[in-house]
């Protein structure tokens, strides 16, 4: 098994600065992604953006888990009434790309979030453009596109390695 597990992972071609839970996170970011119809290169870059592929992650403004999914709207929306369980579903690999996926698709709905700006919406919402940290927006969405061009160059096979 984990000759299986070392294989599969080289034949992704992480980047070399990815560690070993780097790997295995992205890994199933990779096969979830696929299963969802998502795009791996981006969903990978988004959690690299925002968590450095580190499932227990929670920031100040409680955001949790790889894809740092904001607890005080979606975790709400969604119906948690507890930050604990938030964390520990967010921190399980396959239910955060489950989740971010579904922020992604309901950001989709806005003009604001096509294409390259998807990412701006992904962390400031659908009305982004008007909000007073626009810029830092700005530069995160450039963060993800960038990171999702470097990972599909290294690696072109991410989508048909594992259909």
Not at 24 to 39: C, F, K, P
Not at 44 to 67: M, N, P, Q
């Amino acid at each position: 098994m984990a000759e299986f597990i070392l294989v599969s992972l080289l034949s992704y071609g992480f980047p070399t600065y990815f560690n070993l839970e780097q790997e295995l996170n992205a890994s199933v970011i990779i096969e979830q992604s696929n299963t969802l119809g998502e795009d791996p290169y981006f969903m990978v870059a988004l959690a690299w953006v925002e968590s450095r592929l580190k499932s227990r992650e929670v920031s100040h403004t409680g955001d949790y888990g790889i894809f740092q999914v904001n607890y005080s709207f979606w975790g709400k929306h969604w119906g948690y009434k507890s930050r604990k369980k938030f964390l520990k579903d967010m921190s399980n690999i396959k239910h955060a790309t489950v989740a971010a996926t579904t922020v992604l698709h309901e950001m989709r709905k806005y003009t604001a979030c096509q294409g390259l700006n998807l990412p701006a919406c992904y962390n400031g919402g659908p009305s982004w453009q008007k909000s007073k940290n626009r810029e830092k927006i700005m530069s995160y969405a450039a963060k993800v596109n960038r990171m999702r061009m470097i990972l599909r160059a290294r690696s072109s096979n991410w989508v048909e390695l594992h259909q």
